[in-house]
């Protein structure tokens, strides 16, 4: 899971990875609400944010009135975030490094959230997550996730490892790279719902650079 490079990344005044000091959330959310919202759908049971970073997800939603579980590996940044968790009785901080198995039982979610999370995660360790997502999420539950596209302009100028897959970032993390197609292959379990690359602007380090992100939302069968 690339523990140390999180770690390092996270104590930076400025990281180049532009959530990782945003407080606002993920625009994955709004468009999980409005797709759920236009088709007569509800989330039915807790969620699980795989990777809260700061927090503001998770925040996010537990503000809706969503029970919400947020989980990260690095303990500097939960410390921060269970702090301003305290008053809020339907969001519990989680300490977990994923992917090992996830501390619930099977068909506990009726939503799981991987916001750029999973992307740190070798072949091997994305697997054996993918096994822990089928596991925890309820029959007709929704899965989410917003992952780095191939066609990612920024990321197509970085050093490819030799699985083609896997890009090198100047501070040294490793991220797995998605298309449209190879997303929807690689959770055959789940039905996908909607799939789509989205272009916009982030701020990158100092430079102002397009971003191409592919959101995903499946829903697991009965």
């Known amino acids: 899971m690339q523990y140390q490079q999180w770690v ?3 104590a930076k005044p400025r990281s180049i990875i532009p959530t990782v000091g945003r407080d606002r959330p993920s ?12 088709n007569g759908l509800a989330v039915r049971g807790p969620v699980l944010d795989l990777g809260c970073g700061n927090g503001r997800n998770s925040f996010s939603l537990a503000g809706k009135g969503y029970r919400v ?6 303990e500097s940044i939960l410390d921060r975030v269970r702090e301003q968790a305290r008053e809020r009785r339907n969001i519990r901080v989680i300490h977990h490094v994923l ?4 501390p619930f039982r099977d068909g506990t979610f009726g939503l799981i959230m991987d916001l750029v999370t999973t992307i740190s995660l ?8 993918r096994r822990e997502i089928y596991r925890v999420l309820k029959p007709r539950g929704f899965f989410l996730c917003y992952y780095i596209s191939d066609q990612h302009s920024y990321h197509a100028n970085l050093p490819r490892l030799r699985d083609r897959r896997f890009v090198r970032m100047p501070n040294g993390i490793v991220d797995r790279i998605w ?6 292959s690689y959770y055959p379990a789940l039905e996908p719902k909607l799939a789509y690359v989205r272009t916009k602007k982030e701020r990158i380090g100092r430079k102002l650079e397009p971003l191409e992100m592919l959101i995903a939302i499946f829903r697991k069968p009965k």
């Not at 070798?122 to 054996?128: K, M, P, T």
């Open 8 to 10: 390092k990344e996270y």
């Open 27 to 38: 625009s994955a959310i709004a468009t999980f609400e409005e797709y759920t919202k236009a």
């Open 69 to 74: 579980y947020a989980l990260d590996f690095v």
């Open 99 to 102: 992917p090992r198995r996830l």
């Open 122 to 129: 070798n072949a091997v360790e994305l697997r054996a997550m």
């Open 179 to 184: 298309n449209v197609r190879a997303l929807l």
